[in-house]
């Protein structure tokens, strides 16, 4: 009996030309860690996201949030400024408050 082969974690994400703005996503899918990375600031466990999109696995959901805990700093500021663009000053600070609040 033959182990079976070893995955290339890189090949679970992909970032496909007119799919998404060319963020990357879950490979065969239109899911971009993006939308990962907010699921995961809003609390779903990797589980939760599987319940909310059963035609995922959870190798690519795991893939997935290690690409955003890994480049986190860049996605965490890009979802703030966004956040901040659509709710104005007070209401982001409101959040960023809350955030520490809640990690403290």
Sequence with gaps: MSAPALIDI???IEATPGVNGGRPCLAGTALSVRQL????REGLSADAILDEY???DLKRIYAGL???LANKAVFD???DAERYEQNGPNRARQSMMAKRHNQG
Excluded: S
Aim: no cysteine; proline share 6%.
């Design 66 to 68: 290690a690409y955003y």
């Design 37 to 40: 990375a907010i699921l995961q």
């Design 10 to 12: 890189a090949t679970l």
């Design 77 to 79: 500021g890009e979802l």
């Design 54 to 56: 059963p035609h995922l």
